[in-house]
Nanobody, 123 residues
């Protein structure tokens, strides 16, 4: 198993930036594809971005392309989501998730989840 802990959320004005981190412990982090999801109040959890085990492939939700960048550092067991040009509609709880044998946007396929970190973007 792998345990995930997110950090880096907070309150930022529209147009600002935040960098979320996901620190993994337990099994070898490089065995897992990693993704970020988010959930706004009253809405379903949605896919934001994913990165493959070795960092060679990535995928993004259309609305965050060009603004968000997902990365990982397997040597330090961390994954990151750099969020630039933030908009009020990016406000949500952000979760990192990991899975060994799936590549995609379906949250139900991810086995391991962090507790979430709140991102609030004011207008």
């Amino acid at each position: 198993q792998v345990q995930l802990v997110e950090s880096g959320g907070g309150l930022v004005q529209a147009g600002g930036s935040l960098r979320l981190s996901c620190t993994a412990s337990g099994r070898t982090f490089s065995e897992y594809n990693m993704a970020w999801f988010r959930q706004a109040p009253g809405k379903e959890r949605e896919f934001v971005a994913a990165i493959s085990k070795n960092g060679g492939s990535s995928s993004y939700k259309d609305s965050v392309k060009g603004r968000f960048t997902i990365s990982r550092d397997n040597a330090n067991n961390t994954g990151n989501l750099q969020m630039n040009s933030l908009k009020p509609e990016d406000t949500a709880v952000y979760y990192c998730a990991a899975v060994t044998a799936y590549w995609g946007i379906n949250s139900a396929r991810y086995n391991y989840w962090g507790q979430g970190t709140q991102v609030t973007v004011s207008s």
